[in-house]
């Protein structure tokens, strides 16, 4: 692909000089040709025939966040599930619990230090007469 783009910007660089150079032409008549002959429309082709490979690596990079995330939270769950075994209830065969263990175990964020619960919506008043 590349070699067609390389020859293409050759064919129309001549044009651009065969124009310049010509007795009819002018350099701003070859700067115009050189652009919208060459430079626009082979920007435009390169730019749709590299979709595929863009949507491909955005893919890709999404999959990679995707997994970077899931290790991440399985990383966070292990030690979770360690406090969540060591704020259990006590068995019979543990004895009594003392205050300090309550405490401690009723201390304890939610695990996303997001509040417990949701805000109310405000009530939305229709004006009267309807």
């Given at each position: 692909?590349?070699?067609?783009?390389?020859?293409?910007?050759?064919?129309?660089?001549?044009?651009?000089?065969?124009?310049?150079?010509?007795?009819?032409?002018?350099?701003?008549?070859?700067?115009?040709?050189?652009l919208m002959?060459?430079?626009?429309?082979?920007?435009?082709?390169?730019?749709?025939?590299?979709?595929?490979?863009?949507?491909?690596?955005?893919?890709?990079?999404?999959?990679?966040?995707?997994?970077?995330?899931r290790?991440?939270?399985?990383r966070?769950?292990?030690?979770?599930?360690?406090?969540?075994?060591?704020?259990?209830?006590?068995?019979?065969?543990?004895?009594?619990?003392?205050?300090?263990?309550?405490?401690?175990?009723?201390?304890?964020?939610?695990?996303?230090?997001?509040?417990?619960?949701?805000?109310?919506?405000p009530?939305?008043?229709?004006?009267?007469?309807?």
């Amino acid at each position: 692909m590349w070699i067609v783009a390389i020859a293409w910007m050759y064919v129309t660089l001549m044009m651009a000089l065969a124009e310049a150079t010509s007795p009819q032409g002018t350099v701003l008549g070859a700067v115009f040709t050189f652009l919208m002959y060459g430079v626009g429309p082979l920007a435009l082709v390169l730019y749709l025939l590299g979709a595929p490979a863009r949507r491909k690596a955005i893919r890709q990079a999404e999959q990679a966040e995707l997994l970077r995330l899931r290790e991440q939270a399985a990383r966070t769950e292990q030690p979770e599930q360690a406090a969540t075994a060591q704020n259990a209830p006590p068995s019979p065969e543990q004895g009594p619990v003392d205050a300090t263990q309550q405490a401690s175990a009723s201390a304890q964020a939610d695990g996303g230090g997001l509040p417990t619960a949701a805000p109310v919506a405000p009530v939305r008043e229709e004006p009267p007469g309807r």
